[in-house]
């Protein structure tokens, strides 16, 4: 069966400080990968999805990058944490050319 | 206009109580199409798909209505264990696999 694990769970990071999260699914090949994030009380915004190694779309500009070093690695990094960074990120994978999204546990980054 | 709408609620009902929700997508063009559950500072998990003939999960029915582009959830005799935020999910570009979320109806089931 697949599983995907992140970590950290949690992480508390002071501004311009770097961040780097990991990522990596098990039981699977070529998946689709995606991270997204959540404020608090707010929907899902995604803001990175690759379809295989080294392919990476960004959705919104933003202070973040993400890179797929391996097929079931995908990794989401910032040189300088700002402050609206803070959320709740996820990191979820599919299937190719399926519609099906899942999900890890998550991490929970406040920058103070 | 969003993707996806739903009623952010809460819907506050007691234990027992049936209860619905709704959401709309704007891509007609859009196949595939899910509800999502999401407990308090945990992961989405999915619920169950949605399919155009309708289906049901023990307490739990979806139906899709294509020609006015909603979807909607039922949940039957609620529990306390259903309190959750209940994501709305549709499908976007399908060669990515990028699906659009709703901002979730937060259900709250009271004793």
């Known amino acids: 069966s697949q599983t995907i694990h992140q970590w950290p769970a949690t992480l508390v990071q002071p501004v311009g400080s770097p961040l780097s999260l990991e990522c990596t699914v098990e039981?699977?090949?070529?998946?689709?990968l995606y991270w997204y994030r959540q404020a608090a009380g707010r929907g899902l915004q995604l803001l990175f999805y690759?379809?295989?190694?080294?392919?990476i779309s960004s959705e919104v500009p933003q202070n973040l990058s993400a890179s797929r070093p391996q097929d079931r690695q995908f990794i989401l990094s910032s040189k300088k944490l700002l402050l609206s960074d803070s959320g709740f990120y996820l990191c979820?994978?599919?299937?190719?050319?399926?519609?099906?999204?899942?999900f890890g546990p998550g991490t929970r980054l406040t920058v103070l | 206009r969003k993707e996806v709408e739903q009623d952010p609620g809460p819907f506050n009902v007691p234990e027992g109580a049936t209860v619905a929700f709704n959401c709309t997508y704007s891509?007609?063009?859009?196949?595939?199409f899910f509800w999502y559950r999401q407990d308090c500072r945990k992961e989405p998990k999915l619920l169950m798909s949605v399919y155009s003939s309708g289906n049901e999960d023990g307490r739990f029915t979806a139906q899709l209505n294509r020609a006015s582009q909603y979807i909607s959830l039922l949940i039957r005799d609620s529990k306390l264990s259903d309190s959750a935020t209940y994501l709305c999910v549709v499908d976007g570009s399908s060669n990515t696999g990028k699906l659009i979320f709703g901002q979730g109806t937060t259900l709250q089931v009271k004793p």
């Open positions: 039981g699977t090949s070529n998946p689709n």
């Open positions: 979820a994978w599919g299937r190719q050319g399926a519609g099906l999204q899942f």
């Open positions: 690759s379809v295989g190694i080294g392919q």
């Open positions: 891509n007609s063009a859009s196949q595939s």
